[in-house]
């Protein structure tokens, strides 16, 4: 009776991991990529105690930008996925990549205090994008952008962020080469993508 109790409770917990566990049918992270019932991803509340990876300006492809508006990009990773990458070069299953845009206040402007030269954040927020690593989705990955901090669904496809990260990042479609902390990591550990090598031998 006891035997098959805990063999009860084994199975149990073994259907539970595999609901939850990163590589699973569930294609989840304890600390990264969570879905509703529907597979819309849900917004990744507390991203900004991740791991920072970098910081860019004008790196976006948010319309704002496009119209003159200088923005930030700053990009995030949940931090299990993270120390993997640190071990491997590369990402493992549910990992959560999060570009946050923020508008960039130029020095000189009255919002901008002290500064007289260079560029700083504003307090809100100008869009937000999050890149999972999903290996039941074509390609292995998908790209969400959040209108509201709530749910959102995975965009089509067909959408040029695929192709151009599939061709030219340097790990995992993931820009890595833009992440001056995991670029070394990736070097010592032979995980460059082919694309990234030839283009940075021309």
């Not at 149990?12 to 294609?27: D, K, N, Q, R, Y």
């Not at 509703?36 to 990876?53: N, Q, S, V």
């Not at 001056?180 to 070097?187: I, R």
Request: hydrophobic residues 40%; aromatic residues 10%; glycine residues 10%.
């Amino acid at each position: 009776m006891i035997g098959r109790l805990l063999l009860s409770v084994a199975m149990a917990s073994t259907m539970l991991l595999g609901v939850l566990a990163p590589g699973s049918a569930g294609h989840e992270s304890p600390d990264g990529a969570r879905y509703t019932a529907e597979r819309e991803l849900r917004f990744p509340e507390g991203y900004r105690e991740w791991i920072f990876l970098t910081s860019g300006v004008d790196m976006t492809y948010n319309a704002k930008a496009d119209a003159g508006m200088s923005m930030f990009g700053n990009v995030f990773v949940n931090p299990s996925s993270y120390r993997e990458f640190l071990k491997t070069g590369t990402w493992p299953e549910g990992t959560a990549l999060v570009l946050e845009d923020r508008g960039a206040v130029h020095g000189g402007e009255k919002q901008a205090s002290i500064n007289k030269h260079g560029l700083s954040q504003t307090e809100e927020t100008m869009g937000m994008e999050v890149h999972v690593k999903d290996a039941s989705v074509p390609g292995g990955w998908g790209f969400y952008a959040f209108d509201t901090e709530k749910t959102a669904k995975m965009i089509p496809r067909a959408a040029t962020c695929y192709s151009c990260h599939e061709q030219h990042a340097a790990v995992d479609t993931t820009f890595v080469q833009f992440y001056p902390t995991l670029l070394p990591v990736a070097k010592t550990k032979g995980t460059l993508s082919k694309g990234y090598l030839a283009e940075v031998a021309k």
